[in-house]
Every structure is written in structure tokens, then in C-alpha cells.
């Protein structure tokens, strides 16, 4: 295929720098974003008399064959073209002739692709908030029937103080919802439209960039061309938004790993979402939690890549930026593909609450509430977690509990020691005990899910 740019040249470019310097076999997938910005360039050129109506319907009536061809499987991309920019002109003039040569006018491939990419990302976050959606769905689901199941809460991995999984589950809901406000934003500060920025100094013709932002959707134009062409934040602030959720969903599956392992069996997975082993028939491997916590390295190392590759760049557009769409494509693909598996997995996650309170009893984590009860008998707190810690190092050694301990040996420690202690520290009272907001406690954690539905509902209203 001939370039568009050849004109200047005398020789023909080596054919491994040709490959080297090629994109469209990765930026092949923005045909639908190109071929549509395209086609309102044209209906703006047509508007501001720049081309005449007849050559506007004639280049729209290609584009429209163009794209209805790539998408039945009958227009094969050409992997000798250098971009999809490119394909797109060229098969364009090969069906309309000249009057596809004049597409191009008044913008330049600079900010054809800046289009391109922000028009591709915004579609696809949008894929993605969904995605995120109906993962919170699932945990809230998850939540409200698990609303009455102890388990020990951790604090350094170590069994700290009792809690609902729901309680826990919850957390993470609230997560992933930050993670859908942090895209939304991203989004909203990345849809300003960047076509007629041109290659980096705007251009002679009288164009009208707000009526094509307009019809793309944007919320309005980038102010500086310069900006315009060499802007790449908004990848940048994706990517990080991306890695946060690949973070999150790292951390729960690090945790339906613990759970599911015989050391806790809080959990079982479905069959669908685990895998055996080639020589150990017991086994039962959740692998889909392991490779989800595996592939947020991937998505971690697209950012920093791209970071690195802008880090020293000069104003405006240099090639080295072609370098942005392979990791933030990269990225997308991963976090669709892991929050794909990752919300079923869950939604058919068996959960064993027998286990989780067997757990619970054990490991003191009522220790807290045993001094809360000398405290509201008018002891200062220093003074009970002194006491209580002699009291857990007594059970120790006994090897024993802080419920089987007799009043005689409480009142060993102190006198303030009553029998009403025993309900106190039951394991159902100190949970539902804690009603401060946020906490554990029944009502709060309704008040949770209530939050977490409400959103949902009103995210579904505006979607």
C-alpha cells in the first residue's frame, strides 16, 4: 500500500522499520470510532461549505459500506496499511475515488487518533461501570443472606475481633463503588473533544469544532490544539483507576483463597470456578481467584509503561505515544476479562457459616468486649486491658477460654466480675453490640446494604 505521506520521499521504507513503525494490528479495533468521526468531519466540512453536499453523501455513503463490510466479516483489515486511519482513507478512495482524498481536510492524524482512543475509551468504561455494577450486586446479594454469620475479623492476619461476613463482604462493596465513581470521573474529564486541534496549531480553514464535538457526545472542546494532539492524561488516569480496581480485586480473591483452603473453609467455590490437579485427585484449586490476583501485575505494568514512555516527552505529538494504546487496550481487556469471572464466582460462592463460627470462638477476639464490661463498671480502659490480657494469658497457659472460665477465677483478676459478664462476651452480643455506624451491628450493617442498594437503583435509573 502506498503512503499518504510518500510524496516526500524518495525511497520506499525498509520493510522491517515498515513493520516496526505499523499499528494497525492493535489499533484495528478503533475502526468504529474512526470511521464515525470520520464521517462527522465530513458532515462538518459539508456544513462550514469546505466540501459540497454531493461529496459529503458521496464520502458518507463509502464510510457507511465501509463499516457495515468490516463489521459482516466481508472488509478484512490490510495489515500493510500503517494505521487504521490509513485503511480507512485508502479503501475510501479506492470506492469513491478522489472525493475520499478530501476527507482528510482541516484535521491531521494527530488528533484523528486522539479522537479515536477517547471515543474507543469512553464506550468501553462504560462496559466496564456495568461490569462493576453487577459485581456490587452480587456482594450485596451476598451480604444480605449472610447477614447473621460470624467469623473472626483480622487485623494483621491474625483473629482480632468478631464481625459479620456480611459486615465484611459489604467492605468491599463500598470499594468497588469508589472504583465506579473514579472511572465516571475520569471519564467526565476526558470527554472534550480533540478533533481540529489538527497537527498541533489548529488550522486555516473555517471549521466549526464545537458542532462535531457536539454530535461525538463531548461535553465540549479542548481548549489548546497543543494540548489537543499531545494530551494523554486521560489514559494515564484510567490506567490508574484500572490498577485500583485490579488492587481491590486482587485483595477479595487473596481472600477466597484463605477462605476456601481447609485451614479456614469459611467458603467452598463452585466447580464451574475451580480446577484439579494432574496428579493429586483431592484436589480442588481456585484458580480463577489466583489468576485474577495474577493478572493485576499486567495491569499495574501498563501504567507504569505508559508513565514511563511520557515522562520526558516534548510538546506536541511524538511517535512514541503510539505506545499508549497498547497498554491501556491491554488493560481494558483484563479488567473486563477478570471482573467477567470474578462476579459469577462469587455470586456462586457456597458460603459455611458453622465454620466461620467455630473459627470465631477461638482466639480470644471477645477479649475487647471483656474489657469494655469492667470499663462501664468505672474501671479506666488501660487498667481493664491490663487485666484482661493477665486473664487471656491465664487461659493460655490453662488452656481454656474467656467463656469457660468460672467467677471464682474471674474474680481472681478483679472483683467488678459478675456472672452478667458471660452474656457480655458472647460472641451474638458482641456483635450486635457495636452499633455505632459503620460497624458491625445488625442495623448498621442493614443501613449498609440499604446504601449499597440505593445506589444500585440509582445508577440503573440514570443508565
Known amino acids: 500500500m502506498d503512503k499518504m ?71 478484512s483489515f490490510d495489515m500493510d496499511a500503517e494505521d487504521i486511519h490509513m485503511f480507512v482513507e485508502s479503501e475510501l478512495t479506492k470506492r469513491i475515488g478522489d472525493n475520499g482524498k478530501k476527507l482528510h481536510t482541516a484535521r491531521s492524524r494527530n488528533d484523528q487518533v ?31 443472606e449472610n447477614k447473621t454469620a460470624i467469623l473472626p475479623g483480622y487485623t494483621h492476619l491474625q483473629r482480632a475481633q468478631p464481625i459479620t461476613f456480611a459486615h465484611h463482604l459489604l467492605a468491599y462493596a463500598m470499594m468497588f463503588k469508589r472504583d465506579f465513581e473514579r472511572i465516571g470521573d475520569a471519564v467526565k474529564r476526558m470527554n472534550y473533544s480533540p478533533i481540529g486541534s489538527c497537527a498541533l496549531a489548529g ?12 454530535k461525538l457526545g ?36 487473596e481472600e477466597v483463597v484463605l477462605w476456601s483452603s481447609w485451614e479456614f473453609k469459611f467458603v467452598e467455590l463452585d466447580d464451574s470456578y475451580t480446577t484439579g490437579s494432574s496428579i493429586m485427585p483431592q484436589k480442588k484449586n481456585p484458580d480463577m481467584a489466583e489468576l485474577v490476583r495474577g493478572k493485576t501485575g499486567r495491569v499495574y505494568g501498563d501504567l507504569m509503561a505508559l508513565l514511563t514512555t511520557l ?7 511524538n511517535k512514541d505515544m503510539q505506545e499508549d494504546k497498547e497498554s491501556i487496550f491491554d488493560a481494558v481487556d483484563t479488567v473486563k476479562m477478570c471482573l467477567g469471572v ?16 467455630a473459627a470465631a470462638q477461638k482466639g480470644f477476639i471477645n477479649a475487647t468486649d471483656l474489657a469494655d464490661y469492667l470499663v462501664k463498671k468505672g474501671m479506666p480502659f488501660r487498667t481493664a486491658y491490663k487485666h484482661v490480657g493477665e486473664i487471656v494469658s491465664y487461659c493460655i497457659k490453662n488452656n481454656t477460654v474467656l467463656e469457660k472460665l468460672s467467677i471464682k477465677e474471674y474474680k481472681q483478676f478483679d472483683e467488678l466480675f459478675d456472672e452478667d459478664l458471660y452474656n457480655e ?17 445488625p442495623q448498621s450493617v442493614l443501613a449498609q446494604i440499604k446504601y449499597i442498594t440505593e445506589f444500585l437503583n440509582d445508577e440503573k435509573d440514570i443508565h
Open 203 to 214: 488550522t486555516t480553514y473555517n471549521t466549526d469544532r464545537e458542532f462535531e464535538a457536539e
Open 5 to 75: 505521506w510518500a510524496g516526500r520521499f524518495e525511497k520506499a521504507l525498509d520493510k522491517q522499520a515498515d513493520d516496526f513503525n505499523s499499528s494497525i494490528h492493535f489499533d484495528c479495533r478503533m475502526y468504529r470510532q474512526d470511521i464515525t468521526g470520520s464521517m462527522v468531519h465530513a458532515a462538518m466540512l459539508c456544513r462550514k461549505g469546505i466540501i459540497t453536499q454531493e461529496e459529503y453523501e458521496d464520502i458518507l455513503g463509502g464510510l457507511t459500506g465501509i463499516l457495515e463490510d468490516i463489521d459482516s466479516g466481508k472488509l
Open 114 to 144: 486522539a479522537l479515536d482512543i477517547r471515543l474507543y475509551l469512553r464506550a468501553e468504561c462504560e462496559e466496564i461501570s456495568g461490569l462493576i455494577l453487577k459485581l456490587i450486586e452480587v456482594i450485596k446479594d451476598k451480604a444480605d
Open 342 to 357: 470474578f462476579t459469577p464466582m462469587i455470586a456462586t460462592m457456597n458460603t459455611l457459616p458453622d465454620n466461620m463460627y
Open 425 to 441: 462476651i458472647s460472641l451474638e452480643t458482641c456483635v450486635e453490640k457495636r452499633i455505632s455506624a459503620g460497624g458491625t451491628g
Open 218 to 253: 463531548f461535553s465540549g472542546i479542548m481548549m489548546n490544539s497543543i494540548d489537543g494532539v499531545s494530551d494523554r492524561d486521560f489514559c494515564v488516569e484510567l490506567l490508574s483507576a484500572f490498577s485500583t480496581v485490579m488492587m481491590h480485586l486482587s485483595r477479595f480473591s
Open 311 to 317: 515522562k520526558g516527552l516534548p510538546l506536541a505529538y
